[in-house]
């Protein structure tokens, strides 16, 4: 990632919300949550075809809209967190090998099928079904909480952009 200004002041704001559940955050390429260094990994690059369809999964699933896909993906990585205790060191290796074969699937076709069904199925895997769930419960309860972060969270967001020179087309 090319050198970015303002990062530490971005990943001290994401890891004071994160920190009331015990991990800290950084910013990375993607979202991912690092079990053993209760570290979060949280990303800018929302937007992405699979975005889309984890709407569709969870509005299906857990019959909720999801509002706002950045904090919508930091609780579930929070999710990880906090539930993946609840699995066995075997669980966990059965489902890193299930999570390899389907990124093995994604990497050798370009068919729009194999990319739904390969991201539908990493979806219900029983660690990321119940992350997700854990980030559906708690935006339900939480819904003014989390709109009050996201409004401050955004303005050191857009600052930090600007800060970069990165232009923003809201639309
Ligand atoms: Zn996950």
């Given at each position: 990632m090319a050198e970015l200004k303002g990062v530490k002041k971005l990943d001290k704001k994401v890891s004071k919300f994160t920190e009331k559940f015990g991990c800290t955050a950084e910013m990375g390429s993607e979202f991912c949550y690092w079990k053993g260094e209760d570290l979060i990994n949280y990303s800018?690059?929302?937007?992405?075809?699979?975005d889309g369809l984890w709407r569709e999964y969870v509005l299906k699933n857990f019959n909720y809209k999801i509002e706002n896909i950045f904090m919508f993906s930091l609780l579930h990585e929070i999710g990880h967190h906090l539930t993946?205790?609840?699995?066995s060191k075997k669980m966990r290796n059965a489902e890193a090998k299930k999570v390899e074969k389907i990124e093995e699937k994604l990497n050798e076709s370009d068919s729009e099928i194999v990319f739904r069904n390969s991201n539908l199925e990493y979806f219900d895997l029983p660690m990321e079904r119940v992350a997700t769930k854990w980030a559906v419960n708690f935006s339900k309860k939480h819904r003014r909480f989390l709109k009050r972060f996201w409004k401050s969270f955004q303005k050191d967001l857009y600052a930090f952009y600007a800060l970069n020179g990165i232009k923003l087309n809201l639309s």
């Open positions: 800018l690059l929302v937007g992405l075809a699979s993946m205790d609840n699995f």
